[in-house]
């Protein structure tokens, strides 16, 4: 049996690092949910504030992003969603803080 030529040798360790290396994508925002846990009954209504600290400037054009919060019972399945627009203008630096419910 042969040894690799060092070209095919390299070409495989090259593909190798380039499978290996891909970098995740920047965050845009970074998020804070308060409480991170509820126990609620049933008909119960708690406020989660959020706080979204926005990174990355968005495409200019667009509407306000969309926030989609979910309350996930214990099992994780999706029990009620609140799907609301931002409270207020992205702007790359200025956090926006509000409080649902």
Known sequence: MRAPRPVA???LLA??????CRAEPPAV???EARPTHLRLGFGEAAGVE????PL????????????FLHLLDE???????FDHELPEPWREG????????
């Open 94 to 101: 200025s956090e926006i803080r509000y409080r649902a419910r």
């Open 29 to 31: 925002a970074r998020l």
């Open 15 to 20: 593909a190798a690092w380039l499978v290996g």
């Open 75 to 81: 099992g994780g399945l999706v029990v009620r969603t």
């Open 50 to 53: 959020l706080a979204f600290e």
């Open 56 to 67: 990355a400037r968005l495409p200019d054009g667009g509407a306000r992003p969309i926030v």
């Open 9 to 11: 040798a390299a070409a």
